[in-house]
């Protein structure tokens, strides 16, 4: 059974850096797939924040791509991501997942990130 | 980029009812590539369909999936309580390599 978990902050301050680790159980981030950050502002729609590969290669969101950074860590079976120079827009519920092509199965559960002073 | 959108923004049916939702890519989609999720309020997205058309594990039969090139449908034949949720469609590309709609709402009339 793949499980995530998310874990970080759950206030930053505005034009801080927001940092989230996401910890998976059950399957080795080393043997495939995509793994990546979506995001959930309340009451809003989903967005893909950006994804990475088990060998490191990144791909994110043209709209965010300035702000973000995504990295592995195969040996604590991990992956993090940290947006930069936040503001109230990012306030959000952000989900780590694996991606696939054929769908998004595993979801962590998510985390409320607010961004406040 | 592609993007899609989803109509209606909100669907009004009694538990029964046939659910019909939409979703329009603004150009072509492999249907490979192409999936829909059910959100319920607190909760991650759940995989209903794959593939256009392949229903997740432990998805019931009465929801199905349709479509192709820039056009997609997700019908759920017999609206069950436990359905009343928003549900989104998803494309799988290059660049981006996800795009959602906007989603739509089922809700109860």
């Known amino acids: 059974q793949v499980q995530l978990q998310e874990s970080g902050p759950g206030l930053v301050k505005p034009s801080e850096t927001l940092s989230l680790t996401c910890a998976v159980s059950g399957y080795s981030i080393s043997s495939g797939y995509y793994w990546g950050w979506i995001r959930q502002p309340p009451g809003k729609g989903l967005e893909w924040i950006g994804s990475?590969?088990?060998?490191?290669?990144?791909y994110y969101n043209p709209s965010l791509k300035s702000r973000v950074t995504i990295s592995v860590d195969t040996s604590k079976n991990q992956f993090s991501l940290k947006l930069s120079s936040v503001t109230a827009a990012d306030t959000a519920v952000y989900y780590c997942a694996r991606v696939a092509a054929m769908g998004v199965y595993y979801w962590g559960q998510g985390t409320l990130v607010t961004v406040s002073s | 980029e592609i993007v899609l959108t989803q109509s209606p923004g909100t669907l009004s049916l009694s538990p029964g009812e046939r659910a019909t939702l939409s979703c329009r890519a603004s150009?072509?989609?492999?249907?490979?590539?192409l999936a829909w999720y059910q959100q319920k309020p607190g909760q991650a997205p759940r995989l209903l369909i794959y593939?256009?058309?392949s229903r997740a594990t432990g998805i019931p039969d009465r929801f199905s999936g349709s479509g192709s090139g820039t056009d997609f449908t997700l019908t759920i034949s017999r609206l069950e309580p436990e359905d009343f949720a928003v549900y989104y469609c998803q494309q799988y590309g290059s660049s981006p390599l996800l795009t959602f709609g906007g989603g739509t709402k089922v809700e109860i009339k």
């Open positions: 150009q072509s989609v492999s249907s490979s590539y």
């Open positions: 990475i590969y088990h060998s490191g290669s990144t």
């Open positions: 593939g256009a058309s």
